[in-house]
Nanobody, 122 residues
Framework: EVQLVQSGGGSVQTGGSLNLSCAAS????????IGWFRRAPGKEPEAVSC????????FYAEPVKGRFTISSDNTKNTVYLQMNNLKPEDTALYYC???????????????WGRGTQVTVSS
């Protein structure tokens, strides 16, 4: 059984930092893409960042560029999302997901974590 276990969410003030992690069991990250997504109240889910395990290429949504950093430790089957200079508009439920490519449509990703709440207060 594949499981993605997320941790690291919480509440911070504007300008604060959080580090999310996503640890996988039941699969390896070999030749896979690991993405972070978020869903804010009343909004559609959106892609935040993605990393491809084979070559370490990373992708970021425009609103988080320069503030968020995605990284992976393939020996631990864990992906991280370091979030700095957080803003109230970053408040959302954050999910990690695994598939074969970062280009997969949000609704088609194979495996999902259960989500972790990030709340940024002004």
């Amino acid at each position: 059984e594949v499981q993605l276990v997320q941790s690291g969410g919480g509440s911070v003030q504007t300008g604060g930092s959080l580090n999310l992690s996503c640890a996988a069991s039941g699969l390896t990250f070999d030749n896979r893409a690991i993405g972070w997504f978020r869903r804010a109240p009343g909004k559609e889910p959106e892609a935040v960042s993605c990393i491809t395990s084979s070559d370490g290429r990373t992708f970021y949504a425009e609103p988080v560029k320069g503030r968020f950093t995605i990284s992976s430790d393939n020996t631990k089957n864990t992906v991280y999302l370091q979030m700095n200079n957080l803003k109230p508009e970053d408040t959302a439920l954050y999910y990690c997901a695994v598939d074969l490519s970062c280009d997969v449509v949000i609704t088609d990703w194979d495996y999902w974590g259960r989500g972790t709440q990030v709340t940024v207060s002004s």
